[in-house]
């Protein structure tokens, strides 16, 4: 097996990493390929700023669910259909209003209390509400239960593309922390089972996107620590993103007004080996490098990417 087939049988996949890594367009060309494995899947972006689609070039969301490439028709023969891939944007709270209606089942009374000023104090100051919220769309997205937003569609698979570092290591840490608070009720419940659910490397995997530069290196490492710290977790794989492409053996002819960028080209080029290298004593498990591509965020970086991601494919079995 493929690290992407071993990828491809999991239920949720959290992305996360230091802001401005590439996680979104990383996120996007890794569900790409899941999908062409034949999985149906739905890549979830929490973020009130709407960038996912933009990798696509495809509307927002606006919550909805979008799907972003064509369902392909059965293979001869009666096999099975290729997969397919979606996206939808959530905000958090809505989500947690929508799992406040799973609960109450009474729209009347679910509307009093959303709109009850203690309700919204709760919200905003419960830790990990919002998180659990999250997660537990996520889940009830494979497991086709409830009758939330996301519910109507048979998804195989969700690739969430999480809050940067620290707030992905909530994210994640979220279920457990809710359980120790409520220990009774539907929401200790809930709690309990997302305990499990992430905890379980053979339904959630997580990867973690980074730039080969000291700050995002150092924050990887910690991230991998605080994983294993709080969640019990370690990351099934790591994207080293953004990689400047070698620089030449032989000199190379320039302007003048080059000289500036050629120095700049070899610097960070010196300080992407040195940060690979760390990385590569320090991180045990699956790592994948990703080069730098001459394209604005879209769908021709993201080609690019995901074919790089493919001919990492027998690297990775």
Do not use: C
């Amino acid at each position: 097996m493929t690290l992407f087939e071993r990828l491809a049988s999991r239920q949720l996949i959290v992305v996360t990493g230091k802001g401005g890594v590439g996680k979104t367009v990383v996120t996007a060309a890794l569900g790409s390929v899941l999908a062409d494995l034949g999985r149906r899947v739905l890549l979830v972006e929490v973020d009130p700023r709407e960038n996912l689609h933009q990798v696509f070039d495809a509307p927002p969301s606006g919550g909805e669910i979008v799907q972003v490439t064509p369902v392909r028709p059965e293979t001869a023969g009666g096999g099975a259909a290729h997969g397919s891939l979606w996206l939808q944007n959530l905000q958090p709270k809505q989500v947690v209003e929508d799992l406040l209606r799973q609960h109450l089942h009474l729209e009347l009374l679910t509307r009093r209390v959303i709109a009850s000023p203690i309700f919204q104090h709760f919200m905003e100051g419960a830790p990990g509400l919002k998180e659990l919220a999250v997660l537990s769309d996520a889940e009830r997205v494979v497991r086709q239960k409830g009758k939330g937003r996301s519910s109507h569609a048979p998804f195989d698979l969700v690739v969430l593309d999480a809050p940067a570092t620290g707030h992905g290591v909530s994210l994640l840490a979220a279920p457990h922390l809710v359980a120790d608070v409520i220990s009774h009720g539907p929401i200790g419940a809930q709690a309990r089972e997302l305990t499990t659910f992430v905890s379980d490397p053979e339904r959630t995997a997580i990867v973690v996107v980074t730039l080969a530069e000291e700050l995002p290196v150092l924050e990887t490492l910690e991230l991998r620590e605080a994983l294993d710290r709080l969640v019990g977790r370690t990351p099934e794989l790591l994207v080293i993103n953004a990689l400047y492409p070698p620089f030449p053996a032989t000199p190379i002819e320039v302007l003048p007004n080059d000289e500036f960028l050629i120095d700049l080209w070899r610097t960070r080029r010196q300080v992407n080996e040195r940060e690979v290298a760390h990385l590569a004593e320090a991180w045990p498990g699956s790592r994948l490098l990703l080069r730098m591509l001459p394209a604005d965020r879209g769908p021709r970086l993201l080609a690019g990417l995901r074919q790089q991601l493919l001919e990492q494919q027998e690297q990775t079995a």
